[in-house]
């Protein structure tokens, strides 16, 4: 077994085949969704001290912005002077701008490990899956002696929102929640529109124009995103697209909690903004 298999997806694949025993055990239906769930908010919560720090540092280099415009602005021509001025700005403040790089790079083999790990329990129908999923269960007590029933709310955890033509049109409101639910976390990383800091008279038309077109490929890209996981979740399995909702619900929850919910607040109620 790689060390990858033996850190992560082992452990992963126990965590869900314990809660999925305990939900059978209780005889509450749908119990693999249910495990899937219950995992993936523990996942998150687990990283939930990278991810709000990453948000913290993000929303400190935003709140410096203006600063840093108005260094760029005064020092731009030189270049040892801008970023003496830059470090010393972010020494000033406590930032750190490699802070917000370090928890997502640490997340991601974890993301990775609970995506390989939902695509395996997910799909039953694979050769072997009872002696393949057995083999890494670390107690034989908790070995599958049948293949998990996949039915989770009138639909099976391998269904694919794809095949909606056999299935049923409403599989397709899948793909929809899941583009919605990322459109919402997308608009709430993008920062409050800012009153844009003084530009000096010397300041050249192009980089202007180029700044006008770094902030719209942004918005573009907080539709095109949404767009793209949507699509995906309409080839991937409904077991998939169920963790993949779970943990974006649970970001968009943490991001309100910490750093509001930036341009999203324009579509809340007065008193929901923050």
Same mark, same amino acid.
Not at 68 to 93: C, M, P, S
């Given at each position: 077994?790689?060390?990858?298999?033996?850190?992560?997806?082992?452990?992963?694949?126990?965590?869900?085949?314990?809660?999925? @025993?305990?939900?059978?055990f209780i005889h509450i239906p749908g119990a693999l969704g249910l495990a899937i769930i219950i995992l993936t908010i523990i996942v998150r919560l687990i990283l939930w001290p990278l991810t709000a720090a990453q948000l913290k540092?993000?929303?400190?280099?935003?709140?410096?912005?203006?600063?840093?415009?108005?260094?760029?602005?005064?020092?731009?021509?030189?270049?040892?002077?801008? *970023?003496?001025?830059?470090?010393?700005?972010?020494?000033?403040?406590?930032?750190?701008?490699?802070?917000?790089?370090?928890?997502l790079l640490v997340q991601i083999p974890v993301f990775i490990a609970l995506y390989r790990v939902l695509l395996e329990i997910v799909d039953p129908t694979k050769t072997d899956f009872l002696t393949k999923i057995n083999s890494k269960i670390y107690f034989s007590a908790m070995h599958l002696d049948k293949i998990p029933n996949t039915f989770f709310f009138g639909l099976r955890l391998e269904n694919k929102p794809s095949d909606w033509a056999h299935i049923g049109f409403f599989i397709l409101i899948i793909p929809i929640l899941t583009g919605l639910f990322q459109y919402v976390q997308s608009k709430m990383l993008m920062?409050?529109? *800012?009153?844009?800091? &003084? @530009?000096?008279?010397?300041?050249?038309?192009?980089?202007?124009?180029?700044?006008?077109?770094?902030?719209?490929?942004?918005?573009?890209?907080?539709?095109?995103?949404?767009?793209?996981?949507?699509?995906?979740?309409?080839?991937?399995?409904?077991?998939?697209?169920?963790? +993949?909702?779970?943990?974006? &619900?649970?970001?968009?929850?943490?991001?309100?909690?910490?750093?509001?919910?930036?341009?999203?607040?324009?579509?809340?109620?007065?008193? +929901?903004?923050?």
């Open positions: 077994m790689n060390p990858f298999d033996a850190l992560l997806i082992t452990p992963i694949l126990n965590l869900l085949i314990v809660f999925y @025993k305990v939900f059978l540092s993000t929303q400190k280099m935003a709140a410096l912005k203006p600063h840093l415009d108005r260094i760029k602005a005064e020092h731009g021509q030189d270049k040892v002077r801008h *970023q003496e001025e830059v470090t010393k700005l972010y020494k000033e403040h406590g930032v750190n701008p490699l802070a917000g790089c370090l928890p920062p409050t529109a *800012q009153t844009q800091a &003084i @530009k000096p008279k010397t300041k050249e038309k192009e980089k202007e124009s180029m700044e006008d077109a770094m902030a719209s490929m942004q918005s573009q890209m907080s539709l095109i995103m949404p767009a793209m996981i949507a699509f995906f979740s309409y080839g991937f399995p409904v077991g998939l697209s169920l963790y +993949w909702n779970t943990f974006t &619900i649970i970001g968009i929850i943490q991001q309100y909690l910490i750093s509001g919910a930036g341009s999203f607040n324009k579509y809340l109620p007065e008193n +929901w903004k923050k």
